[in-house]
T-cell receptor
């Protein structure tokens, strides 16, 4: 099975909060990332969290990490139409070659 | 700081033809990655370089794909001969050792 799993779609109304969830299997993960991909564009790093943290806030973005359950979430407050994109969760361990593993991405659709 | 540069942005070729993609990483980044992103999926690592040496190419289809980073800076990824299933976005990324990975905008390949 996949090492990183995400739900494929999320639809929210403009102004509401969005919560995108991710689960991972590698217990040695040290870095967990959220990337955003807009149509026709590459991946833009949104935020990341170290595994020794359980929360990180950056303006409208809040990342929550539950290491016990290997669950990561990204909350976007006051979601705007410009937030419509695909959001990828990725995890990386500290050993070996530092290669991150990506989920399949969650398509966030924001409607007026 | 300039980002990861890739070219060409778009390429359409017929099956069995060849194609080459070029990447210029962020200045000073020793690690360079090539990812393949098929529509609807997350990025999959093809090859990772540390300076001009290959760290991991276990998922590179070596019968048709090749990559090089001769002087430890720019890199090229070549596909010869291309198959229909190679239609994807080829993402180049770079990082300094152990740190966050930054992606280029990708090279979109369509094989017809």
């Amino acid at each position: 099975g996949e090492d990183v799993e995400q739900s494929l779609f999320l639809s929210v109304r403009e102004g509401d909060s969005s919560v995108i969830n991710c689960t991972y299997t590698d217990s040695s993960s040290t870095y967990l990332y959220w990337y955003k991909q807009e149509p026709g564009a590459g991946l833009q790093l949104l935020t990341y969290i170290f595994s020794n943290m359980d929360m990180k806030q950056d303006q409208r973005l809040t990342v929550l990490l539950n290491k016990k359950d290997k669950h990561l979430s990204l909350r976007i407050a006051d979601t705007q139409t410009g937030d419509s994109a695909i959001y990828f969760c990725a995890e990386r361990d500290a050993g070996g070659s530092y290669i991150p593993t990506f989920g399949r991405g969650t398509s966030l659709i924001v409607h007026p | 700081e300039a980002g990861v540069a890739q070219s060409p942005r778009y390429k359409i070729i017929e099956k069995r033809q060849s194609v080459a993609f070029w990447c210029n990483p962020i200045s000073g980044h020793a690690t360079l990655y090539w990812y393949q992103q098929i529509l609807g999926q997350g990025p999959k690592l093809l090859i990772q370089f540390q300076n001009n040496g290959v760290v991991d190419d276990s998922q590179l289809p070596k019968d048709r794909f090749s990559a090089e980073r001769l002087k430890g800076v720019d890199s090229t990824l070549k596909i010869q001969p291309a198959k229909l299933e190679d239609s994807a976005v080829y993402l180049c990324a770079s990082s300094s050792l152990g740190n966050t990975i930054y992606f280029g905008e990708g090279s979109w390949l369509t094989v017809v």
